[in-house]
């Protein structure tokens, strides 16, 4: 639980907030499947007004909008990782869309390998934030994953004073393997 948990307000009834915390306990089993199941490798932690985890496959082929209701597939050039973050709400568990989340990878030694502003990915079965990404290759990494407040309006005297200061996590000694899928 983050440093303020949401109650009742002017704005919001315990049923809106039993609603909210269904939604994102929905997200947070979306999340720990990625994780467990489907990911090479993934974990979360909670800091601030936030749970922010990463989850770590290979590259993958992404539609693009290319036009007004046009796509086009995309397979990976020669990125070779997909790195997925999440960022959730403390309280509630729900996605926090509209952050500015970046990722910057290390090797072993500390030296940066990549780094990358990660956008908003639409998923069948999880939104997230991530992007195909070019490593070294398979091994041991660090991710330093950066997640500045979003700029949307926040509802409610009582409960929206929230996602107002950047964060910062560090996830070591993370098994990367690489490839495309």
């Known amino acids: 639980m983050s440093q303020h948990g949401k109650q009742p307000s002017e704005e919001v009834d315990d049923r809106q907030l039993r609603l909210a915390g269904e939604a994102g306990d929905a997200y947070r089993a979306a999340v720990e499947y990625m994780i467990e199941e489907v990911a090479h490798t993934g974990e979360t932690r909670e800091v601030g007004d936030y749970v922010v985890g990463f989850a770590q496959e290979e590259a993958e ?15 990976p050039d020669d990125e070779n990782a997909h790195v997925e973050v999440v960022v959730a709400d403390a309280d509630d568990g729900r996605m926090v869309p509209g952050a500015e989340v970046s990722v910057r990878i290390s090797d072993r030694g500390g030296e940066a390998v990549e780094a990358a502003t990660l956008p908003l990915l639409w998923h069948p079965g999880l939104y997230h934030y991530g992007a ?50």
């Open 61 to 75: 082929g992404l539609y693009e909008l290319v036009d007004e209701g046009e796509f086009a597939w995309r397979e």
């Open 132 to 181: 195909n990404l070019r490593l070294p290759g398979d091994g041991t990494y660090s991710l330093e994953i950066r997640v500045e407040p979003p700029e949307f309006h926040r509802h409610d005297e009582e409960n929206g004073d929230r996602y107002g200061e950047p964060v910062e996590v560090t996830f070591e000694d993370v098994d990367v393997k690489t490839g495309q899928g």
